[in-house]
T-cell receptor, first 116, second 116 residues
Framework: GAVVSQHPSWVICKSGTSVKIECRSL??????MFWYRQFPKQSLMLMAT?????????EQGVEKDKFLINHASLTLSTLTVTSAHPEDSSFYICSARWGGSNQPQHFGDGTRLSIL | AQSVTQLDSHVSVSEGTPVLLRCNYS??????LFWYVQHPNKGLQLLLKYTSAATLVKGINGFEAEFKKSETSFHLTKPSAHMSDAAEYFCVVSDLGVDSSYKLIFGSGTRLLVRP
């Protein structure tokens, strides 16, 4: 149980384009979803937290106009990287949680984004 | 604020020998602590969690961790390493953010290498 599907797993695109990444909880309702960024050989950095039906809460230093997050349903959240540039290349991972803070987050398999 | 320190960036063991991955935390209250494993180009999988119940926590794949308040430690152990255990391991603490939501704070990670 507690499966989180992330799509696509890998995307390569030209500089200036926008890229949308989907995160779905397949067998549970995710009251909260999280988006992380991971640079090579580094730990995960939380970008934003989103609750279904409300605006995402972004961490300090994360541009909300650059990284658009939508959490329209209890099973789907999307991250759109707008006007992507090479410095946005990274591994993006989503996670989903049902219930309170003592419940674990369940992670997707990540999306490797490469901007040429 | 909470934080976690993973004392070793790399640990190398022979197959069949015990595994010890060290983690220390700082906390101003009773924390929730987790260990996650990440295989290459994959998301994170929950190994085990501590949420103020039994101090010895058993997880999946034969892993366990012991919460020691006096030492502020939450070390991960396994009696006998398997080749498939080779991966990156993250010690994680749940922290209350400024917006009163709980976030995961990740350690820097420990890469476990298993020699045949």
């Amino acid at each position: 149980g507690a499966v989180v599907s992330q799509h696509p797993s890998w995307v390569i695109c030209k500089s200036g384009t926008s890229v949308k990444i989907e995160c779905r909880s397949l067998d549970f309702q995710a009251t909260t979803m999280f988006w992380y960024r991971q640079f090579p050989k580094q730990s995960l950095m939380l970008m934003a937290t989103s609750n279904e039906g409300s605006k995402a809460t972004y961490e300090q230093g994360v541009e909300k106009d650059k990284f658009l997050i939508n959490h329209a349903s209890l099973t789907l959240s999307t991250l759109t990287v707008t006007s992507a540039h090479p410095e946005d290349s990274s591994f993006y991972i989503c996670s989903a949680r049902w219930g309170g803070s003592n419940q674990p987050q369940h992670f997707g398999d990540g999306t490797r984004l490469s901007i040429l | 604020a909470q934080s976690v320190t993973q004392l070793d960036s790399h640990v190398s063991v022979s197959e069949g020998t015990p595994v010890l991955l060290r983690c220390n935390y700082s906390s101003s209250y009773s924390p929730s602590l987790f260990w996650y494993v990440q295989h290459p180009n994959k998301g994170l999988q929950l190994l085990l969690k501590y949420t103020s119940a039994a101090t010895l926590v058993k997880g999946i794949n034969g892993f366990e961790a012991e919460f020691k308040k006096s030492e502020t430690s939450f070390h991960l152990t396994k009696p006998s390493a398997h080749m498939s255990d080779a991966a990156e391991y993250f010690c994680v603490v749940s922290d209350l953010g400024v917006d009163s939501s709980y976030k995961l704070i990740f350690g820097s990670g420990t890469r476990l290498l298993v020699r045949p």
